[in-house]
């Protein structure tokens, strides 16, 4: 079956600090993958999507993930972080073809320090 | 700006209470969701209507009653729910035909309705 693992829980890092958010995907064929931000109070927006094609996804607010196949990961990465980057990240998976349904990891939340 | 609108934004409701929830899409996309998320949680699935039928029924309890009137329209009906049915719900739609890597579908979220039952 489909899944998705995002291991790190909670991570810190001080403004203007690169980022990256682990993300690892369990999926018999090609997976459609993506990155949803949710901050405080409010509903998911799409950060990216990768389902071909060039695996360095680039995405909104600065973002990029890179698809890996041999290692299962689509990781999400920011150069520089700034404070309004603070939310809970979910990486997600497409289910199959034939189904309207998404699977989501457990979510990271970031916490930026100034 | 969200597409997709949701609305009550807030609601409280006793467990005797009969309300609704509902959610609006104009982006002419033929699956839509509802979606609960408990606090420092992912986003549950609860139900899929997809070209108005309902497809998916996450074999969620019968207290939650979802309606798609029209292809614009979801409603979740709700009644005698219980404290612990007190969450963020939340809808989405998606242009339909599946969620798979060939489709280039991408599921769009509203901000949700946070819902406490008292």
């Known amino acids: 079956a489909q899944s998705v693992t995002q291991p790190d829980i909670h991570i810190t890092v001080s403004e203007g600090a690169s980022l990256e958010l682990r993300c690892n995907y369990s999926?018999?064929?090609?997976?459609?993958l993506f990155w949803y931000v949710q901050s405080p109070g409010q509903g998911l927006q799409l950060l990216l999507k990768?389902?071909?094609?060039?695996?360095l996804v680039q995405g909104i607010k600065g973002f990029e993930a890179e698809f890996k196949r041999s290692q299962s990961s689509f990781n999400l990465r920011k150069p520089s972080v700034h404070w309004s980057d603070a939310a809970e990240y979910f990486c997600a998976v497409g289910a199959s073809y034939n189904t309207d349904k998404l699977i989501f990891g457990t979510g990271t939340r970031l916490q930026v320090f100034p | 700006d969200t597409e997709v609108t949701q609305t009550p934004k807030h609601l409280v409701m006793g467990m005797t209470n009969k309300k609704s929830l509902k959610c609006e899409q104009h982006?002419?996309?033929?699956?839509m969701y509802w979606y609960k998320q408990k606090a420092k949680k992912p986003p549950e699935l609860m139900f899929v209507y997809s070209y108005e039928k309902l497809s998916i029924n996450e074999s969620v309890p019968s207290r939650f009653s979802p309606e798609c009137p029209n292809s614009s329209l979801l409603n979740l009906h709700l009644h005698a729910l219980q404290p612990e049915d007190s969450a963020l719900y939340l809808c989405?739609?998606?242009?339909?035909?599946?969620?798979?890597?060939?489709?280039?579908?991408?599921?769009?979220f509203g901000e949700g309705s946070w819902l406490t039952v008292v």
């Open positions: 982006m002419g996309h033929r699956a």
């Open positions: 989405a739609s998606s242009p339909g035909g599946g969620m798979g890597a060939l489709s280039g579908n991408t599921i769009h």
């Open positions: 990768y389902f071909s094609g060039d695996t």
């Open positions: 999926y018999g064929a090609t997976p459609y």
